[in-house]
């Protein structure tokens, strides 16, 4: 990572954890999880720890309730879809071009 940052490459706001600030390693399915309550990326570290805190069924950036079923994932999103929010309406249309969520 220290080669990569001197090289004067800045990395995008997307790729970096939420909760702990740091650079989410490549490749970062990998390394983190999606969370599509709050359409956040967040590190694996940060998911364990709130793991290890009680946190089993909840987001650990926004605390909401985690999705069951594709349904209630859909309704998640097109709900931020609705609000306007950019990377809903991206991972709405990989979920389509994909044939991700039963779509």
Same mark, same amino acid.
Request: charged letters at 20%.
């Given at each position: ?7 004067? &490459?800045? /990395?995008?706001? +997307? *790729?970096? $954890? %939420?909760? =702990?600030?740091?650079?989410? #390693?490549?490749?970062? @399915? ?20 709130? &793991?290890? /805190?009680?946190? +089993? *069924?909840? $987001? %650990?950036? =926004?605390?909401?309730?985690? #999705?069951?079923?594709? @349904? ?32």
């Amino acid at each position: 990572d220290e080669k990569l940052y001197n090289q004067g &490459h800045e /990395r995008d706001e +997307f *790729d970096f $954890c %939420p909760l =702990c600030l740091l650079a989410i #390693p490549f490749p970062e @399915a990998d390394h983190a999880k999606f969370y599509v309550c709050c359409m956040k990326r967040v590190c694996i570290g940060c998911g364990l720890a709130a &793991h290890q /805190r009680g946190m +089993f *069924d909840s $987001c %650990p950036f =926004c605390r909401t309730s985690l #999705p069951h079923d594709n @349904a209630s994932t859909l309704a998640m999103i097109q709900k931020r879809v609705s609000k306007g929010d950019v990377e809903a309406i991206n991972h709405l249309g990989d979920n389509y071009y994909h044939g991700g969520l039963g779509l």
